[in-house]
């Protein structure tokens, strides 16, 4: 793509001015000394009406982009004489060119001898040449576009600049510190350096110390803002200035954040945050879902949230990538703790498709590279209200991967774990199958896998005689419910605090067991009439068929209901508490207490 140069787009704006066209310029319309009072000819009054009238076609000429357009329209009716292309030059003091594909400032710019004020913001200036700012400038705003350094700008002397505009701009290095210096810009007074990424606010504000006339300054949307030592190391060091980020500064908060200038711990450029999940309701009574589906099987549902944070606490082995949905899923643990894994340094973004069956599947692509911390909620069996009461703050060294991450928002996930428990088979049974008897089962608790049936209950009487039946459990089976978006951009803005009701649409299928899987004393059951059953010739074949499809039968009927009465996608709306708080410190003596591991 070719280059667009700000003196090329500024000339096709004069052109669209038609200054020499009707009712402007010394046309044959105009009436004159020399010339009759033919019908043809209008008077300097009348041209100007045609100029100026709402109504009239030679009015509709877009002024927004200096406001010494109008003015140079009608001097181009009133003495057309004058429009040479000097005076054209030398009339224009503002100049707003916005969002107009400008890349390049050329030295063209310099015919405007009295420009005082240029804005050039949502361009895509790369760079600024020093040699093409006119000295007379007052104003001059870059907001938005591409500009990575401030070399440029910083050799370039204007004496008169008081306001300069360099927000929404991905500048922040040190090198960017070092060229704000009092002596190229000894008059300002208004700087915008808002939604840039300096995140040392230590080294900035002692740089911007050195502009004497400083009195507002707009940081906000920085990395570093969102540590807890900002605003009181800026407030503090920076006593001249009078507004910060669109707020004055009273004497009691000069008061409040005494001392913070001289702070060097390590905390003050960390990142607090304290995430909290709490109640939860709307949730449908999962026992509606499985009556009647499986009547001899125990089934225990339980819900939990998952989401991921960013958090320093890496693990040793930092050669993880970033999880997919599939694996979290199955690292959270029942207690809700927490695991942390190391995000990939490729540039990625996370899309979640969503199944029917509940299940969400998520192509990553992120770009943050700071460690992210994954944790769960604890599990909580259904009810109306379910309250998590959890709280997890985390601290996070790098605030550029931060703002980051506050940018994309949270994700939080929704999932349900449901464990079927069902009649366990005798003990010779479980033996003559495994080749170990109950005793060694019990022996090695806590050392089988997580996908072997682990014993619940143990059969025994107790002293009535009443028999206890002995109960497994078949490993945890997880569905995703449903997912939620939360937007942190208010954090990035200034607002310490987020609180919403994040809602999510449950979409999932009934839950289905598995009828043909019986308990082994029924197949042992089965087996001993079948061995009778043979004994007794033809007719015990024909039953012994019957006796062993029961089960098959039994599991083609339940499909075939299934099949006859297909059951629809539930989709049902649960809505979950969220507040993220980011950390702050109001006072030195609150600074000073805080320990975080």
């Known amino acids: 793509m070719a280059s667009k140069t700000l003196s090329s787009e500024i000339e096709k704006m004069i052109r669209h001015l038609c200054l020499n066209d009707f009712p402007c310029g010394s046309g044959s319309w105009r009436k004159s000394k020399d010339s009759g009072d033919g019908p043809e000819r209008e008077s300097a009054d009348e041209l100007l009406d045609l100029l100026k009238c709402p109504r009239s076609p030679w009015g509709q000429v877009d002024d927004s982009w200096s406001p010494q357009v109008s003015t140079l329209r009608e001097l181009a009716v009133l003495a057309p004489e004058r429009l040479r292309k000097n005076f054209i030059y030398n009339h224009f003091t503002t100049l707003r060119i916005v969002d107009k594909g400008v890349s390049v400032i050329d030295d063209g710019l310099l015919k405007f001898s009295k420009l005082e004020e240029l ?6 200036l790369t760079e600024i040449a020093v040699e093409s700012l006119p000295i007379t400038l007052k104003v001059l705003e870059l907001r938005a576009n591409r500009l990575s350094s401030l070399s440029g700008l910083s050799s370039c002397r204007l004496p008169q600049l008081q306001y300069l505009s360099l927000g929404s701009n991905p500048i922040g290095l040190h090198e960017d510190v070092s060229c704000i210096t009092g002596t190229n810009w000894p008059q300002l007074v208004c700087l915008d350096l808002s939604d840039c990424d300096f995140e040392d606010q230590q080294a900035l504000v002692k740089a911007l110390s050195a502009l004497s006339c400083l009195k507002t300054l707009i940081l906000e949307g920085n990395p570093f803002t969102l540590a807890p030592a900002y605003p009181g190391r800026t407030v503090d ?83 993880l990538a970033c999880k997919s949905v599939s ?46 911390s994954s944790h769960s909620t604890s599990k909580l069996t259904w009810s109306e209200v379910m309250d998590f009461s959890d709280s997890q703050t985390y601290a996070v060294l790098s605030l550029r991967d931060f703002k980051t991450f506050l940018k994309r928002g949270l994700y939080l996930r929704l999932e349900e774990e449901k464990i079927v428990s069902r009649p366990a088979a005798s003990e010779d049974a479980l033996s003559d199958k495994s080749g170990q008897t109950v005793k060694d089962m019990k022996g090695r608790k ?86 009778v059953l043979k004994q007794r010739g033809s007719c015990g074949k024909g039953q012994k068929n019957v006796s062993h499809s029961k089960c098959k039968e039994s599991k083609k009927q339940y499909m075939k209901t299934q099949s006859d009465n297909p059951q629809p996608v539930q989709q049902d709306k649960v809505t979950v508490e969220l507040r993220v708080q980011l950390e702050k410190w109001g006072s030195l003596s609150e600074a000073q207490p805080q320990q975080h591991s």
């Open 119 to 124: 804005v050039l913001s949502a361009n895509l």
């Open 237 to 319: 060091t920076l006593t001249q200035l009078a507004y910060l980020d669109g707020s004055d500064i009273s004497p009691e908060e000069r008061q409040q954040f005494r001392g913070f200038a001289t702070m060097n711990d390590l905390k003050a450029d960390t990142a607090f945050a304290t995430v909290s999940v709490g109640r939860m309701r709307g949730m449908p009574d999962p026992t509606v879902r499985v009556e009647g589906s499986a009547p001899e099987l125990f089934v225990t549902t339980k819900y939990y949230i998952f989401y991921e944070f960013p958090s320093h606490h890496a693990p040793d082995n930092l050669n």
């Open 327 to 372: 694996d979290t899923v199955s690292t959270t643990t029942e207690d809700g703790s927490t695991n942390t894994s190391l995000q990939s340094n490729r540039n990625h973004e996370r899309k979640i498709h969503r199944s029917d069956c509940g299940v969400v599947k998520t192509t990553e692509t992120c770009s943050i590279t700071a460690p992210m």
């Open 446 to 531: 806590g050392k089988e896998p997580q996908d072997k049936l682990i014993s619940t209950k143990v059969k025994s009487t107790d002293k009535k005689g009443t028999s206890v039946q002995r109960l497994v459990d078949d490993a945890p089976i997880r569905q995703i419910l449903g997912s939620a978006h939360v937007p942190l951009q208010s954090l990035i803005r200034g607002d310490p605090e987020l609180s919403v009701i994040c809602e999510f649409d449950l979409r999932y299928k009934d839950f289905e067991v598995d009828v043909a899987q019986t308990p082994h004393k029924d197949l042992e059951k089965n087996k001993n009439e079948d061995e």
